[in-house]
Nanobody, 125 residues
Framework: QGQLVESGGGLVQAGGSLRLSCAASGRTFGLYGMGWFRQAPGKEREFVAAITRSGSSTYYSDSVKGRFTISRDNAKNTVYLQMNSLKPDDTAVYYC??????????????????WGQGTQVTVSS
């Protein structure tokens, strides 16, 4: 089992950038598919991005494709979310997630086993 701790959230103006980090504890980080979800006030939690164990494949929601980039460093047990061209609609609590087992094109948006506590991202207009 592992613990996920997010950092890097904050307040940014529209058009700006932020990079979120998620540090994972445990020796088996490289065995987990990783991802990010977000939840805006009054809205359901939604998938943002995911990356396979090796980092060879990534997946994005349509709303962030082309603006956000997910990456990972297995040597540092860390996954990142680089967010560019931020919009007020990106305002949300962002959660780091981990999936035990294979992350595929059929399951990247659901079924995560571990969740972090979340980090707030606020984009002002």
């Amino acid at each position: 089992q592992g613990q996920l701790v997010e950092s890097g959230g904050g307040l940014v103006q529209a058009g700006g950038s932020l990079r979120l980090s998620c540090a994972a504890s445990g020796r088996t980080f490289g065995l987990y598919g990783m991802g990010w979800f977000r939840q805006a006030p009054g809205k359901e939690r939604e998938f943002v991005a995911a990356i396979t164990r090796s980092g060879s494949s990534t997946y994005y929601s349509d709303s962030v494709k082309g603006r956000f980039t997910i990456s990972r460093d297995n040597a540092k047990n860390t996954v990142y979310l680089q967010m560019n061209s931020l919009k007020p609609d990106d305002t949300a609590v962002y959660y780091c997630v981990a999936k035990v087992g294979a992350l595929t094109s059929g399951n990247y948006y659901r079924g995560y086993d571990y969740w972090g506590q979340g980090t707030q991202v606020t984009v002002s207009s």
